[in-house]
């Protein structure tokens, strides 16, 4: 399948379809890592469209009538992006005017390198792997503030490697002091999608923007500041399943302390996730020489994503078990009504195209 400008821009027009590409969600309770192998896309799982709605939509009332659902105006969004502050790790920015030349030394408020690094999260072999390929991007994007913050100019880190930092657990001991068991912080059943996250993100993600010219993802300062990684959304999403900035940040891992996580809000944020390598692998395998289209097309990826995460099935309004056994139940239908997920992506495409317009536009291929 070629991707075609005509029909992928973000102006709402008819969008071309693979109905073969949908397969029932991948099952829980799987023992071991994702491999290679699996990135490639092999057992599929639901796109995130079908979560809402088969043959019978999900009907507004359902949401608003539990005392326990969601918020809708929290699923919905306002008419700005997702706050930046609420998905990343840092908590100050340095003021530029300050910042002439930078002293790695200075930036430095303990004895840090990636070589002092504890595996507290992730298993030693994927640990390993990260490290690795930490060690080859610039030394200049591995440094950070004594708030673990980004600097200006040309030593803003790597946000991959700030996600990496926060699962090492830097941020939570800057804030809440010493830990001994960091890896209890995290909601166990999703360690293993933080390890996908991870690999993905390094075997597959990694490649193509080297391809690209680009493969030093940078933090971004401003909204308005642009122009904006394709990547920003990826990373930030990985937040949502778990990685305790402070003992109140990132609903998840709380609600998992708290022992209010159900199976079912777990195999729904686990679905999410699967299905957003599944959806970026096939974008990125298409053969098009658009790749500014084929960039749009990844932030819209990452973005809904992120959103159906943040601000509904791991936002900390979403209590209702009633919701939860209603959405398992269309992810178990095998039919499919193409027609109305066909609708169901095409307003979202025009609601995308007002609210992310900046970030739906790297700005790497304009003329």
Excluded at 73 to 98: F, K, L, N, R, T
Excluded at 102 to 113: A, G
Excluded at 305 to 324: G, M, P, V
């Amino acid at each position: 399948m070629e991707l075609d400008s005509d029909t992928q821009l973000v102006d709402g027009s008819e969008v071309e379809w693979d109905e073969e590409a949908v397969v029932p969600p991948m099952m829980e309770g799987e023992e071991e890592a994702l491999d290679s192998s699996t990135m490639e896309g092999d057992d599929e799982s639901v796109d995130s469209s079908m979560m809402e709605g088969d043959e019978e939509p999900l009907d507004s009332s359902t949401m608003e009538g539990d005392d326990e659902s969601a918020d809708s105006s929290m699923m919905e969004g306002d008419d700005e992006s997702v706050d930046s502050s609420m998905m990343e790790s840092d908590d100050e920015s340095m003021d530029s005017s300050a910042v002439d030349s930078i002293d790695p030394n200075e930036l430095l408020p303990f004895d840090f390198s990636l070589a002092t690094l504890d595996t507290t999260v992730l298993s030693p072999s994927v640990h390993e792997e990260v490290l690795a390929f930490l060690k080859f991007l610039p030394k200049e994007h591995t440094m950070i503030d004594s708030h673990l913050n980004y600097s200006y100019d040309d030593h803003r880190p790597d946000k991959f490697f700030l996600l990496y930092l926060n699962l090492c657990g830097l941020k939570y001991q800057m804030n809440e002091g010493p830990v001994r068991d960091l890896k209890g912080l995290y909601p166990a059943p999703l360690l293993m999608v933080l390890e996908e996250y991870m690999l993905f993100y390094i075997r597959k993600l990694h490649p193509y923007f080297v391809r690209l010219g680009r493969p030093v993802n940078l933090k971004d300062y401003w909204a308005d500041d642009g122009p904006f990684d394709p990547r920003r959304f990826y990373v930030t999403s990985a937040y949502n399943f778990g990685c305790p900035l402070d003992r109140g940040s990132w609903p998840v891992p709380h609600r998992w302390r708290a022992g209010l996580m159900r199976e079912k809000q777990i195999r729904l944020v686990t679905t999410v996730a699967r299905n957003l390598f599944i959806e970026l692998s096939e974008l990125l395998e298409i053969k098009t020489d658009d790749e500014k289209t084929r960039t749009v097309e990844f932030s819209r990826v990452c973005i809904r994503a992120e959103s159906t995460l943040s601000k509904f099935l791991a936002n900390s309004q979403f209590r209702s078990e009633r919701l939860e056994n209603l959405l398992c139940k269309y992810l178990d239908e095998e039919e499919v009504n193409w027609e109305l997920v066909r609708k169901l992506d095409l307003i979202w495409r025009e609601d995308e195209a007002i609210k992310y317009s900046e970030y739906l536009h790297s700005g790497w291929f304009d003329d």
